[in-house]
């Protein structure tokens, strides 16, 4: 299996829990094997300007270190709280390819339709953030939907940790990722290459 080190971090107790700050590097992370690297960052927060200049450093340092950077960002925060999610998802995309990560996680909101202009306005592969708990059906259907809109996979955590069985629902999601294909919302000249599934996380 391939090994992602997320190095940002932060905890519900600070008096900004989002503020995501950096707790490693790339060349500690090469050092103890990791394949690629993981930060988070948190679009419109009050601590942005430092949590985008903690990505683009990360991104610098493992393009110098040969590792992929994958870049969570969230629009979340005081400053996107009047936005369309359609708008700030479009910004963070394009924050993403500005900086120069390689993978971008971004949530999956709003329809198919949403993502799908999303996914042609970005070079870069993306992947849908797996989003709150919820029932084996809904979870069926978004893994469906995210597909159908073009993104390469999805990053998903507590519904794969918190399910009664990790490895069966793993192997579900699988099936249901490779067995969705592009729909014909998206613009032909991307679609003639389809994404190969993804599960990250």
Same mark, same amino acid.
């Given at each position: 299996?391939?090994?992602?080190? !997320?190095?940002?971090?932060? %905890?519900?107790?600070?008096? @900004?829990?989002?503020?995501?700050?950096?707790?490693?590097? *790339?060349? #500690?992370?090469? +050092?103890?094997?990791?394949?690629?690297?993981?930060? !988070?960052?948190?679009?419109?927060?009050?601590?942005?300007?430092?949590?985008? +200049?903690?990505?683009?450093?990360?991104?610098?340092?493992? @393009?110098?270190?040969?590792?992929?950077? $994958?870049?969570?960002?969230?629009p979340r925060?005081?400053?996107?709280?009047d936005h369309?999610?359609?708008? %700030?998802?479009? !910004?963070?995309?394009?924050? *993403?390819? #500005?900086?120069?990560?390689?993978?971008?996680?971004?949530?999956?909101? =709003?329809?198919?339709? @949403?993502?799908?202009?999303?996914v042609n306005?970005?070079?870069?592969?993306?992947?849908?953030?797996? =989003?709150?708990?919820?029932? @084996?059906?809904? $979870?069926?259907?978004?893994?469906? #939907?995210?597909?159908?809109?073009?993104?390469?996979?999805?990053?998903? =955590? +507590?519904?794969?940790?918190?399910?009664?069985?990790?490895?069966? +629902?793993?192997?579900?999601?699988? &099936?249901?990722?490779?067995?969705? %294909?592009?729909?014909?919302?998206?613009?032909?000249?991307?679609?003639?290459?389809?994404?190969?599934?993804?599960?990250? &996380?």
């Amino acid at each position: 299996m391939s090994v992602i080190a !997320h190095v940002s971090a932060s %905890t519900r107790y600070a008096a @900004d829990p989002s503020f995501k700050y950096q707790v490693g590097d *790339a060349e #500690d992370c090469l +050092r103890r094997g990791a394949d690629a690297i993981s930060v !988070h960052v948190n679009m419109g927060s009050n601590t942005e300007d430092l949590q985008i +200049r903690m990505m683009a450093e990360m991104a610098d340092a493992c @393009d110098r270190a040969g590792l992929p950077l $994958l870049a969570m960002i969230y629009p979340r925060g005081p400053g996107v709280k009047d936005h369309p999610p359609l708008e %700030t998802l479009l !910004h963070a995309a394009s924050l *993403a390819v #500005d900086v120069g990560v390689d993978i971008v996680k971004l949530p999956f909101s =709003g329809s198919v339709q @949403d993502m799908v202009q999303v996914v042609n306005s970005c070079p870069l592969p993306i992947l849908a953030a797996g =989003g709150a708990k919820v029932s @084996d059906k809904e $979870l069926g259907n978004f893994a469906s #939907d995210v597909m159908q809109s073009g993104a390469r996979g999805i990053a998903m =955590g +507590r519904n794969i940790f918190l399910a009664p069985d990790p490895g069966a +629902r793993v192997r579900e999601i699988r &099936k249901i990722l490779q067995s969705n %294909t592009l729909s014909d919302l998206r613009q032909p000249a991307r679609a003639l290459t389809p994404p190969s599934p993804l599960l990250a &996380k």
